[in-house]
């Protein structure tokens, strides 16, 4: 078993955040979480800047990185239009936000769940044509906040269709931080057995203290057929948050859920940091910018045992 961590905290981490930061400084925290340890990174977010201001500049953003030898950047995307700007820049991956109810779908993205299908096909195409990964993400999977639970047969034809596009990653969101460890597994079921399935990915909110059990429940699924491994997104510091749910507060954190994979001995690929100071580092420099508190406990507590090695 072996889990890839991506980092969001670029993204998802400062698109509600009250305080918006200027190109410099999201281009900083890349590098940042690049020296840290991170290499999945989902930097930018090419989103019409006037409805997430916090994630407008997304090609300024890239282009200013440095080089950053080894680190996938990934771009989040909620149409072609979005798609066609992310391939024009350095993203190795585009990753296509579905949500699986129309009223969220139309809140977030202006279209119902059957067009946004349609517009992740187009998406698809882009991203081959430019010879990038691509992903989709279905939002809202574990629950909606203005629909309510979602059932099985309601996702169900959701994830067939997604299937049908031959994506290279399929991520289960739960955007509003509702999951149980349970559903873990109902979502994972709903990939049927006589598909060759993508890889898997998991995108946990920690609103009511659920996240890392969730997280840890992705660990413990039988990965055999997605080749042994799982994906799940965190953000440093635990910043996060989606514009368009109410009452949503942060990812689960980086720090935080590499210390619980460390001690309950799940592999984490690439050579995640046995010291995750420079993560609590970038956190707390993090905070500082955005005139918000760090979410995660690590700094807090500390790391233990002290300095370990694995």
């Not at 991506?6 to 400084?25: A, C, F, I, K, Y």
Request: proline share 7%.
């Amino acid at each position: 078993m072996t889990v890839d961590v991506v980092e969001v905290g670029p993204r998802d981490g400062l698109q509600n955040e009250s305080r918006t930061l200027d190109v410099e400084t999201r281009v900083a925290l890349i590098d940042r979480l690049a020296r840290a340890g991170a290499r999945r990174i989902e930097a930018v977010s090419f989103v019409r800047p006037d409805r997430v201001p916090q994630m407008a500049h997304a090609e300024e953003v890239l282009d200013a990185l440095p080089s950053l030898p080894g680190v996938d950047l990934i771009g989040l995307v909620l149409n072609r239009r979005g798609a066609e700007r992310a391939a024009r820049t350095r993203c190795t991956e585009l990753n296509m936000v579905v949500p699986v109810t129309d009223t969220f779908a139309e809140r977030n993205q202006g279209a119902p769940t059957a067009v946004l299908l349609e517009q992740a096909a187009e998406v698809v195409d882009v991203a081959r044509a430019a010879g990038q990964r691509v992903s989709v993400t279905l939002a809202v999977a574990f629950g909606c906040p203005f629909e309510g639970p979602v059932k099985a047969d309601q996702l169900a034809p959701v994830v067939e269709a997604v299937l049908a596009l031959d994506v290279d990653e399929l991520a289960f969101a739960d955007t509003v931080g509702v999951g149980v460890p349970p559903q873990v597994d109902a979502l994972a079921a709903l990939i049927p057995d006589a598909i060759t399935p993508p890889r898997l990915r998991f995108h946990f909110h920690n609103t009511r203290n659920t996240g890392y059990a969730n997280a840890w429940a992705a660990t413990r699924l039988d990965l055999s057929r997605y080749g042994g491994r799982v994906a799940l997104d965190a953000s440093v510091g635990g910043f996060g948050g989606c514009p368009f749910a109410p009452a949503a507060t942060g990812n689960i954190a980086t720090e935080d859920l590499l210390h619980l994979l460390r001690r309950g001995g799940v592999a984490v690929a690439d050579a995640a940091p046995h010291d995750l100071g420079p993560l609590v580092d970038v956190a707390s420099w993090l905070s500082e910018r955005l005139a918000s508190p760090v979410q995660a406990l690590l700094g807090r507590a500390g790391d233990f045992p002290s300095g370990e090695r694995s």
